[in-house]
């Protein structure tokens, strides 16, 4: 079968090369950096496991189910839901279907009328009764519009929905098309959010050591794609050129617009993360915590290790701080206004006792999904003969689209579509 060379080993290169394999296809990645899983990776950190950037996985993509073993993953769970800091008070407010014990705080949470709560309900046994496929066919329309078309309150959309979305889509304006909303609420209410035990890092470690050894050629960057005629043929790496009868390009969309010499105006969207040792958890539920104040730095906190303990050494805890953007601030002024934030939600916690462990700024976490985005898309899908484009950027800026890319990419090759 023909020599496919894959580039980049992210989740959606690692995903195309495995089912390429798997198919007996001859496959080679190329990645630039140092280790596998591109935006999914794992830091060690004087112990402490630290994701790149606050991440969790959704049991219920259709990918996962696929192309994941969670229980080699061993995946330790989210509650559904959310503590919310309003006014120095923490309210709960969680999925009453799949946490019964919380329900009745649930309900009392004065924060919402009961309409909203009714609405959540009504929308979600809308969303479930919805095909994936034709979730991404409604009108393409921002978040916001359809939310308010659904009739929630103002408050339920700037206090709950905009920092929990704010934490997933990485902004807070609910600019992001109702499309990529619809899929993500449907996901989040038909199965678990988790993390590996090991971290985030495990997930494409787990892919990458289904792959033959020596399939992957890490610090390798490809720096340009070896045209004959309008045919692309091969690649440059580090000088050398590398025959391909096909070249997958699983590479973030601007690194893709680049190598093919398209213009695309797709946007990336930023994440700030901070982890802290802290000597005692914050809070005891396995809920992440949002802040509700509109002029709030930190936009969601999470007590790790309440979830997955392994993430800190025996003994400590791992708090993890996520700030929904970039941010102008240094790191001393970002740590000192971070502790001012929290420890004024906390009455009672004195954050001077936490050990900063890692600040991650990542200015190219995810593309943005504003309505319209879907035309940039296939932009990208169009491209050249000898080259397949893969990676999130083809389906949307998530797990499920990296793998379902790479999968996708894979059967193209096997079906001789190129
Ligand atoms: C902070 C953060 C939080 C997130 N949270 C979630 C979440 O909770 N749930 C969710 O579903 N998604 C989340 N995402 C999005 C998700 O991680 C990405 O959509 C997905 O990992 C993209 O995978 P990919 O393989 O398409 O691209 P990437 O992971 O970007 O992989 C591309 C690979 O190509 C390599 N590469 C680049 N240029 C070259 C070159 N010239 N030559 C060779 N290799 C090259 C890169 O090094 C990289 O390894 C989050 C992302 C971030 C950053």
Redesign the pocket.
């Known amino acids: 079968m023909a020599r496919v060379v894959v ?9 195309c090369a495995r089912a390429l394999q798997n198919s007996g296809a001859d496959v080679q990645v ?4 140092d280790d ?5 990776r794992t830091d060690y950190v004087e112990g402490y496991r630290l ?8 049991q219920a ?1 259709p990918a996962v189910k696929r192309d994941l073993d969670l229980a080699a993953l061993r995946v330790c769970r989210w509650d559904p839901g959310a503590i919310l800091i309003a006014q120095g008070r923490q309210y709960v407010l969680a999925d009453p279907r799949r946490v019964p014990q919380l329900a009745l705080a649930s309900a009392a949470c004065p924060l919402f009328a009961m309409s909203d709560k009714i609405r959540v309900l009504q929308m979600t046994r809308r969303l479930l009764a919805i095909e994936d496929k034709d979730l991404f066919a409604m009108p393409d329309e921002p978040m916001a519009d359809y939310l308010h078309r659904c009739g929630f309150s103002q408050s339920f959309i700037e206090m709950f929905i905009a920092p929990f979305f704010g ?2 889509f ?1 902004e807070t304006h609910l600019e992001t098309s109702v499309r990529m909303f619809a899929f993500v609420w449907k996901m989040l209410a038909k199965g678990g959010t988790c993390v590996p035990e090991q971290g985030m890092g495990a997930i494409p470690h787990q892919i990458a050591s289904n792959l033959r050894p020596g399939s992957i050629l890490l610090n ?4 340009e794609l070896i045209r004959q005629g309008n045919k692309v043929v091969g690649l440059r ?1 580090a000088g050398d050129v590398i025959p391909a009868e096909i070249v997958i390009l ?3 969309f601007d ?1 893709t617009a680049k ?1 093919l010499g398209i213009d695309i105006s797709l946007k990336w969207r930023q ?1 700030t ?1 901070l982890y802290y040792s802290v000597p005692r958890p914050l809070y005891t539920h396995r809920l992440i915590t949002l802040l509700t104040d509109p002029r709030r730095l930190v936009n969601n906190v999470a007590m790790v290790t309440n979830v997955a303990p392994a993430y800190a050494p025996p003994g400590k805890h791992l708090l993890c701080c ?1 700030i929904s953007q970039g941010s102008t601030l240094t790191d001393d002024e970002l740590d000192a206004a971070v502790r001012r934030e929290i420890g004024a939600a906390y009455a009672n916690e004195d954050t001077r006792s936490w050990r900063l462990l890692k600040i ?1 700024r ?1 200015a ?3 593309f943005e999904q504003r309505p319209g985005v879907w035309q940039q898309l296939e932009l990208l899908r169009k491209s050249a003969p000898g080259v397949i484009v ?4 083809t389906v ?7 793998l379902a ?2 999968r996708s990419a894979a059967d193209r090759v096997l079906n001789n579509e190129t």
């Open positions: 580039v980049g080993a992210g989740l959606s290169g690692l995903a190329y990645e630039s950096s596998v899983g591109g935006r999914v994701d790149r950037g606050f991440q969790v996985l959704l993509y934490g997933i990485l390798s960057a490809i720096s790496v699983a590479t973030p690194v190598l994440s993360t996520s991650y990542i190219n976490a995810q893969a990676g999130e950027a949307s800026s998530s797990i499920e689209g990296a890319s790479g």
